[in-house]
Nanobody, 114 residues
Framework: QVQLVESGGGLVQNGGSLRLSCAVS????????MAWYRQAPGKQREFVAHISTSGSTNYADSVKGRFTISRDNAKNTMYLQMNSLKPEDTAVYYC????????WGQGTQVTVSS
């Protein structure tokens, strides 16, 4: 049973914007802090941002002020608005719970050209 589906990635120029979406199974979404992660080529997967069920957020220093995480509890969907993108943001982006992770989805590729 598919529980996490990421979408919205693509190719964008330096300084551009993208909005990622993560569709989540209701049972997971309703009771968990949700988070975005990313994995660049040759690097370990890293934390990007998380959001609680009540909407409290936290960001990695590398994206603070540029990325905005949000969630729509009625749609069981989480978003990541990414502005002022840089080439170093190039990665596969994944969503998952922040604690007690479930099986990872396929992610969505974000490529920022210089």
């Amino acid at each position: 049973q598919v529980q996490l589906v990421e979408s919205g990635g693509g190719l964008v120029q330096n300084g551009g914007s993208l909005r990622l979406s993560c569709a989540v199974s209701r049972i997971i979404f309703s009771f968990n802090i949700m988070a975005w992660y990313r994995q660049a080529p040759g690097k370990q997967r890293e934390f990007v941002a998380h959001i609680s069920t009540s909407g409290s957020t936290n960001y990695a220093d590398s994206v603070k002020g540029r990325f905005t995480i949000s969630r729509d509890n009625a749609k069981n969907t989480m978003y990541l608005q990414m502005n002022s993108l840089k080439p170093e943001d190039t990665a596969v982006y994944y969503c998952n719970t922040f604690v007690d992770k479930v099986a990872w989805g396929q992610g969505t590729q974000v490529t920022v050209s210089s």
